[in-house]
């Protein structure tokens, strides 16, 4: 018999050992090879370092990289596209100082075929491929070593590192996806200007490349300031591929002779907002076939298209999410990294002919009984702009009850972003409160993707109203409906996430408490402190700069801090470049002098999104505390309480 206990103290199988320590990894960019399959693994307990991980076929995983060689890039800070393979050697960026290394085998002592840069990571290196005969690299590189803004550009080396880069096109503002044909002489990439970012607009171009690794002959392909192209890919026999979006939806087309034509137009993306390098939704099968990672409302599938007959089929998988939107092929099978929603992400290697799947790789070793797994239920609510959507996850633990006439908490999580969406996988940050009975919705907020650009466009000069409205109207939504506590609702999320968090605390009554990951605080000193990629995106969300400089501080959270009244508790890396400290500490300082119930919690070395087993651990624990103490429930978890400031007095 289940036992009776209040919602949010019940005790659960999901801890946060079992989410921050004991071999739980985050899995991430698939690559295949004649003789194995390769992908990353992201590791809390190795201070989030990012290691390469290969595994022979019939054989054991094995590390490609040393014990404390990161395989990250900085360029655009988001990085991605951090190694690349030709044969059985592998190219790596390591985290430590940006420089592109070679590895022959793994186990092998890297060797560096970039130069030792003025300055750690002054030179940065993304997203490479190597020409057919393994002689030549291209890539995209980054360079702060100059005065401004940083140089982005497309570069030509060596592979083995005898001459140093030297830049094969420039003067975009922004490059990505160099791609090789496979008789090595023709190169594609995209390109893009401010103050675009790649998910508004960007050019797909083709050029002649030369031995010497020069470009001639130019071309534009597709592509403008309102269409987003994406993900140019040779196929095995020549065709040029790509994403792009002139219906409003990110679709396959191909190039041949000068003649652009449509795979198959669907409401559907084929892509999503490439705020990462490296980033593969298609390949390409042995038969001719394209096996593509498809996303309608948020829910992504993988699909068969036909590229001859435009037939596109889907293949009978329980996978609702491919969680770093990666696939490779080897021997007429899929490898792409795929979640359900009682599965958490895992390496799979599908058999498209069957529908089969072979597990190689999981984010977690133990697995969890499905019992105690709350599953997402789709929702519509009437939202700012038309029909908005989310994901609800009721309370799921089969050994315990709430008392007759409670409700639970609710958890109102938005995603960062603000370009994402939340996808119906499995996530145990949800399942960790769900287990202990607190409720939670994932909202897909106007100007979420995975419902089309007219969508997206929403937000477009509304961040901060659109994103903000979307929330609370998912809040009542469900409190109307009598399924949560309408006086315990916390509002939560992580950097555009955080936000709309800090922002909805000071403009709307809708929410009891917030929690906020490295939010942004203030728009006008982030337009002057944040990263060149992103420096120009808030025109699309907020309006022209500075010719609209009123409405930046109009829709800042810090503006309207004085506002908060309600308790507070923010979470912060000491490293974050894209959102600095400084912007979590000036809403401490206004919640401090007016009283207000708060907590701030910094970490040294964490940027931008925690990795490191400590601080991912201690935000788990400081946001139930804060929770408990808030919404008077005792966690079960033998925890450490946050300290919240102001706490005693508001009560008194």
Known sequence: MATAASYGSWESPITVELLTGGGAVALGAVDASEHGIYWTESRPYERGRTALVFRPHGGEPVDVVPEGFNVRSRVHEYGGGAYWRHGDSVWCSNFADARIYRLDRPGAEPQPVTPEPPTPNAIRYADGRVTPDGRLIVCVRERH????????????FPADGSAEPRAIASGRDFYSTPRISPDGRLLAWTSWDHPLLPFEGTELFVAELAEAGSLANERRVAGSNRQSVAQPVWSPDGILYF??????????????????????????EFAPPQWIFGVSNYVFLPDGRIACIVTRSAIESLEILDPRT???????????AYTSWSIAQSDGRVVTIAASETEGSAVV????????????????????????????EPIAFAGDGGESYGFFYPPTNPEFQAPEGELPPLVVRVHGGPTAHDSAALDLHVQFLTSRGIALVDVNYGGSTGYGRAYRDRLRRRWGEVDVEDAAAAAKF????????????????????????????GVSDAFAAGISEFGVADLVSFHADTHKFESRYDEYLVGRWPEEKDLYRERSPVTHADK???????????????VPPSQAEAIVAELERNGVPYAYVAFEGEGHGFRGAYAMARTLENSLSFMGQLFGFEPADAIDAVEIENLEASRT
């Open 310 to 320: 435009g037939l596109l089929e889907s293949l009978d998988l329980p996978f609702t």
């Open 564 to 578: 908060i009244s309600r308790p507070l508790l923010l979470l912060q890396g000491l490293d974050d470049k894209v």
């Open 349 to 376: 290697i599908i058999d498209v002919a069957t529908g089969e799947y072979e597990v190689v790789k999981r984010e977690l070793k133990q697995e969890i009984d499905v019992r105690h797994l709350s599953r997402p």
């Open 243 to 268: 994403v792009n979006d002139p219906t409003g939806w990110w679709n396959l087309y191909a190039e041949a002779d000068g003649v652009v034509r449509a795979l198959h137009e669907t409401e559907a």
């Open 478 to 505: 469900l409190a109307d409906s009598g399924r949560v506590d309408p006086d315990r609702i916390l509002i939560t999320g992580g950097s555009a996430g955080g936000y709309t968090t800090l922002l909805a605390m």
């Open 145 to 156: 070593d100059v005065d401004g803004e940083p140089v982005n550009e497309l570069v030509a």
